[in-house]
Every structure is written in structure tokens, then in C-alpha cells.
Nanobody, 123 residues
């Protein structure tokens, strides 16, 4: 499995960013993918997850300000982030559940991560 994130950067408070993750080597027929983030000095926390049936879970961390989506043809996972705040500054990781065989798909269940992409929000 290979996960390559992009789209991070620096943005002012209130701005938007769209993160992308190219997924390869992962069985798309039964999949659970998502995004997590980790700020300096803090534990990693879930943001959102989506499975092969397009069932979506949003964690409270950014609910209402993010949209997760997937391009099945291109094997790309997206995270659209709006109304960004300084406290959203973190490394954002794309991740998959390599053992997923159906059922609940949540960020905390994801066990294989990409290298991450940095998001910095200034006030």
C-alpha cells in the first residue's frame, strides 16, 4: 500500500484547502479510508472516514467544516477543508484500514498512514 498526500500549505484564518491522497496497492473492493491529524504536542485525532459504500463518518474535531470524498476511477481520496482556524494547524495524514472487511469505518480504525502534509493556519 502506498499513500501520497498533497495539498497542504499555509492559509489565513477563514481560508480553505483541499487535501488529496493518491492511493495505490489497496483493495478497492472493500475499503475504509480517511484522514487524521496531529498537532505539535498533541495526540493524533481523527477527522473523517469513508468506506466503499460511500458511508461517511465525521469526527467532532472538524465536523461541519470538512468534506471527505473519493474518486474511484483515479484512486484519490480528498479532504475539502473550509473556515480554517489557527487550531487546525497540524500534520494531516491520509490512512487506510488494511484489514477492513466491512462494517463500521471510522478514523480510529485506520492502521496504515501516509507521510502526511502540513497545514498551517495563521490568524
Amino acid at each position: 500500500v502506498q499513500l501520497v498526500e498533497s495539498g497542504g500549505g499555509s492559509v489565513q484564518s477563514g481560508g480553505s484547502l483541499r487535501l488529496s491522497c493518491v492511493v495505490s496497492g489497496y483493495t478497492y473492493s472493500s475499503r475504509c479510508m480517511g484522514w487524521l491529524r496531529q498537532a505539535p504536542g498533541k495526540e493524533r485525532e481523527g477527522v473523517a472516514a469513508i468506506n466503499g459504500d460511500a458511508t461517511i463518518f465525521y469526527a467532532d474535531s472538524m465536523k461541519g467544516r470538512v468534506t471527505i470524498s473519493q474518486d474511484n476511477h483515479k484512486n484519490i481520496l480528498y479532504l475539502q477543508m473550509n473556515s480554517l482556524k489557527p487550531e487546525d494547524t497540524a500534520m494531516y495524514f491520509c490512512a487506510v484500514d488494511v484489514h477492513y472487511s466491512g462494517g463500521i469505518c471510522i478514523p480510529e480504525g485506520l492502521d496504515y498512514y501516509g507521510q502526511g502534509t502540513q497545514v498551517t493556519v495563521s490568524s
